[in-house]
């Protein structure tokens, strides 16, 4: 696919950034894409390589390689090349219900298991992937197309994020009669609550809702299942129900000072911000979000989300900004332990940080280190943050190896808010027990391996909630494989494909 000789030809070019000291004067997106005819150049590069790893979506040393979603790289790397955008876009819904979402919020599994990654730079899939749908929307190819045809069959979605809309996506484009819940004001689950405007602006994600709603999917916002109304009601009113309610229940940090003013979870700083920045036009209105200007602030947790949190608090005007990750820093370069087409354990260095460089001169992240004990002033607000060092050590009683204390290593530091991104536990137990479904050890929605039926005849789970928190991706390939199995069970029968 693309050009046989494009790889040799042709280098990478990616997608223009903003400089990290102009960016963090605003929250919009700030990548400057690339030219039709620049971005038919990049194309040329995909190889033919004969097996396309970017596509495979495999899973290897416990990793995933390539496209969960199993999109048709090549061919719509080849189609691009050859100036065919139209049937590019058709090539690509085939296998993605969402590539407004995924071709901005994705890690880009494809080009890391790119076979131009081995000795070189891989092919710009994700840039390609956004210069597909957003010429989609300009041309009209992403119009709405309803259904011909209606099946009577009525389904319940509860929640919103990607797995939620997948499932909303399949199911009506197979005719059913689809209905999606969402405890919020607004639809779209952590893409719209949890993932920050710079990454994806929120208008994109009404886009894509208008077409879905103009396609025939309802939604109703602002209500709770299991709290605002009745699992009951819904069993009774529609013929399946499914639960993607996400991995919404956040790892708490419990040491002694917890219950100072001034800590938050992840998740509701980012909501905040977002909110307000919605109801106001872009712009913050003190008073009306959890504000990190003039503030210490530090960040628990070294991933995505914990970044986020880095680049929203600079973004607010934080007077410092330190970063907590409890394991050991990441290999600059791949490891011989770490091939390719395995997913590259290096250190990766986001949009935040690289932000906090720029202004302070240093990465805001401190390894091996964790939180000991949060301090109070007289009244009772965050003051400062006693730290600890961390060591790898072998649990005597287990064998395995842990991050244990650094005897002597505390050190206290300035701190007025602190922020939680350690992750998710599982699903919200009011919800699986208002509708009685079996959980597993980690209170991830039970089913049989494969299946996404549980064990409550007519209820179905997807997503982060049945498989616990992951990536963008993944929640839409669980939702267009609950699809699937739903419409087979309604049915007898099925003609949605997955892949």
Same mark, same amino acid.
């Given at each position: 696919?693309?050009?046989?000789?494009?790889?040799?030809?042709?280098?990478?070019? $990616?997608?223009?950034?903003? %400089?990290?000291?102009?960016?963090? +004067?605003?929250?919009?997106?700030?990548?400057?894409? &690339? %030219?039709? @005819?620049?971005? @038919?150049?990049?194309?040329?590069?995909?190889?033919?390589?004969?097996?396309?790893?970017?596509?495979?979506?495999?899973?290897?040393?416990? =990793?995933?390689?390539?496209?969960?979603?199993?999109?048709?790289?090549?061919?719509?790397?080849?189609?691009?090349?050859?100036?065919?955008?139209?049937?590019?876009?058709?090539?690509?819904?085939?296998?993605?219900?969402?590539? #407004?979402?995924?071709?901005?919020?994705?890690?880009?599994?494809?080009?890391?298991?790119?076979?131009?990654?081995?000795?070189?730079?891989?092919?710009?899939?994700?840039?390609?992937?956004?210069?597909?749908?957003?010429?989609?929307?300009?041309?009209?190819?992403?119009?709405?197309?309803?259904?011909?045809?209606?099946?009577?069959?009525?389904?319940?979605?509860?929640? %919103?994020?990607?797995?939620?809309?997948?499932?909303?996506?399949?199911?009506?484009?197979?005719?059913?009669?689809? !209905?999606?819940?969402?405890?919020?004001?607004?639809?779209?689950?952590?893409?719209?609550?949890?993932?920050?405007?710079?990454?994806?602006?929120?208008?994109?994600?009404?886009?894509?809702?208008?077409?879905?709603?103009?396609?025939?999917?309802?939604?109703?916002?602002?209500? *709770?299942?299991?709290?605002?109304?009745?699992?009951?009601?819904?069993?009774?009113?529609?013929?399946?129900?499914? &639960?993607?309610?996400?991995?919404?229940?956040?790892?708490?940090?419990?040491?002694?000072?917890?219950?100072?003013?001034?800590?938050?979870?992840?998740?509701?700083?980012?909501?905040? !911000?977002? +909110?307000?920045?919605?109801? *106001?036009?872009?712009?913050?209105?003190?008073?009306?979000?959890?504000?990190?200007?003039?503030?210490?602030?530090?960040?628990?947790?070294?991933?995505?989300?914990?970044?986020?949190?880095?680049?929203?608090?600079?973004?607010?005007?934080? +007077?410092?900004?330190?970063?907590? #990750? =409890? =394991?050991?820093?990441?290999?600059?370069?791949?490891?011989?332990?770490?091939?390719?087409?395995?997913?590259?354990?290096?250190?990766?260095?986001?949009?935040?940080?690289?932000?906090?460089?720029?202004?302070?001169?240093? $990465?805001?992240?401190?390894?091996?280190?964790?939180?000991?004990?949060?301090?109070?002033?007289?009244?009772?607000?965050?003051?400062?943050?006693?730290?600890?060092?961390?060591?790898?050590?072998?649990?005597?009683?287990?064998?395995?190896?842990?991050?244990?204390?650094?005897?002597? %290593?505390?050190?206290?530091?300035?701190? #007025?808010?602190?922020?939680?991104?350690?992750?998710?536990?599982?699903?919200?137990?009011?919800?699986?027990?208002?509708?009685?479904?079996?959980?597993?050890?980690?209170?991830?929605?039970?089913?049989?391996?494969?299946?996404?039926?549980?064990?409550?005849?007519?209820?179905?789970?997807?997503?982060? =909630?049945?498989?616990?928190?992951?990536?963008?991706?993944?929640?839409?390939?669980?939702?267009?494989?609950?699809?699937?199995?739903? $419409?087979?069970?309604?049915?007898?029968?099925?003609?949605?494909?997955?892949?």
């Amino acid at each position: 696919m693309g050009k046989a000789t494009g790889f040799m030809d042709y280098d990478r070019r $990616d997608a223009e950034c903003e %400089s990290p000291k102009e960016r963090i +004067k605003h929250f919009r997106e700030f990548h400057t894409p &690339l %030219s039709k @005819e620049e971005q @038919e150049i990049q194309g040329a590069r995909c190889m033919a390589c004969g097996v396309p790893f970017c596509q495979a979506g495999q899973m290897i040393a416990g =990793m995933a390689s390539g496209c969960p979603l199993h999109n048709l790289v090549p061919e719509w790397n080849d189609l691009i090349y050859h100036g065919n955008w139209e049937e590019a876009y058709y090539r690509l819904k085939k296998t993605n219900n969402f590539p #407004e979402f995924t071709s901005r919020v994705c890690p880009g599994l494809c080009e890391a298991a790119c076979t131009c990654n081995l000795h070189g730079s891989p092919v710009t899939t994700k840039a390609n992937e956004y210069g597909i749908i957003e010429n989609a929307y300009e041309k009209g190819y992403a119009k709405a197309c309803p259904p011909k045809a209606r099946t009577g069959k009525k389904i319940a979605i509860i929640g %919103s994020g990607p797995s939620g809309l997948a499932v909303a996506d399949q199911l009506n484009k197979r005719g059913h009669l689809v !209905t999606v819940f969402e405890r919020e004001d607004k639809p779209g689950g952590l893409l719209r609550y949890g993932i920050p405007n710079m990454k994806l602006e929120k208008q994109f994600i009404d886009r894509k809702l208008a077409v879905m709603e103009e396609e025939g999917i309802r939604f109703e916002t602002g209500c *709770n299942i299991g709290k605002d109304k009745k699992s009951a009601e819904l069993l009774k009113a529609f013929d399946r129900v499914v &639960l993607c309610c996400g991995a919404s229940h956040p790892r708490d940090i419990k040491v002694p000072g917890r219950d100072a003013k001034g800590i938050y979870f992840a998740v509701d700083f980012l909501k905040s !911000t977002t +909110k307000c920045l919605w109801k *106001n036009e872009m712009q913050l209105k003190e008073g009306e979000y959890i504000s990190a200007k003039g503030k210490n602030v530090i960040v628990i947790g070294g991933g995505d989300t914990g970044n986020d949190c880095v680049g929203t608090s600079i973004r607010h005007g934080a +007077k410092s900004v330190l970063q907590l #990750e =409890m =394991m050991p820093k990441l290999p600059d370069e791949r490891s011989a332990m770490n091939p390719w087409p395995e997913w590259p354990r290096v250190c990766k260095t986001d949009y935040g940080q690289q932000e906090a460089i720029a202004l302070w001169g240093h $990465d805001p992240r401190v390894y091996q280190t964790t939180v000991k004990e949060f301090v109070k002033d007289k009244n009772g607000n965050l003051c400062k943050v006693v730290l600890v060092k961390l060591e790898s050590k072998k649990d005597e009683k287990t064998g395995r190896m842990m991050m244990a204390e650094v005897a002597g %290593s505390e050190y206290t530091v300035n701190a #007025e808010l602190v922020l939680i991104a350690a992750g998710f536990l599982g699903s919200e137990d009011y919800v699986t027990k208002a509708f009685g479904v079996e959980v597993n050890e980690r209170t991830n929605v039970k089913t049989a391996p494969g299946e996404y039926k549980t064990n409550v005849p007519n209820i179905f789970t997807a997503g982060d =909630m049945h498989r616990g928190q992951s990536l963008v991706v993944w929640a839409i390939r669980e939702g267009r494989e609950a699809a699937q199995q739903i $419409d087979l069970d309604l049915m007898g029968y099925t003609n949605l494909s997955v892949q």
